[in-house]
């Protein structure tokens, strides 16, 4: 079964950043197409970012330019940096595979953005 760990959340107040991160205890982790993902109060949970094995990635249109995804498969991780925070940025962030997550989620990390 599929583990995934996110972590790097926090409180932080408008136009800060955070990193998040994320670790995967998968077999081949470079063969998945990763994102990350997020789930505000009383809201589905949306996409964010993704990073295609070929090195394509793509962006929400709430979050393009201020949001970037990396990943590192020697350590089966992928990243999520993010600059120029909104209050509305605040959920909790995800990550999993994209864009057929697995059925497994991790616990996610709270990111809360407020003054």
């Known amino acids: 079964q599929v583990q995934l760990a996110e972590s790097g959340g926090g409180l932080v107040q408008p136009g800060g950043s955070l990193r998040l991160s994320c670790t995967a205890s998968?077999?081949?982790?470079?063969?998945?197409?990763m994102g990350w993902y997020r789930q505000a109060p009383g809201k589905r949970r949306e996409w964010v970012a993704y990073?295609?094995?070929?090195?394509?990635?793509g962006y929400a249109t709430s979050v393009k330019g201020r949001f970037t995804i990396s990943r590192d498969n020697a350590k089966n991780a992928v990243y999520l940096q993010m600059n120029s925070l909104k209050p509305e940025d605040t959920a909790v962030y995800f990550c999993?595979?994209?864009?057929?997550?697995?059925?497994?989620w991790g616990l996610g990390t709270q990111v809360t953005v407020s003054s």
């Open positions: 990073f295609f094995v070929s090195g394509y990635t």
């Open positions: 998968i077999s081949h982790f470079s063969t998945y197409p």
């Open positions: 999993n595979q994209y864009p057929s997550p697995f059925d497994s």
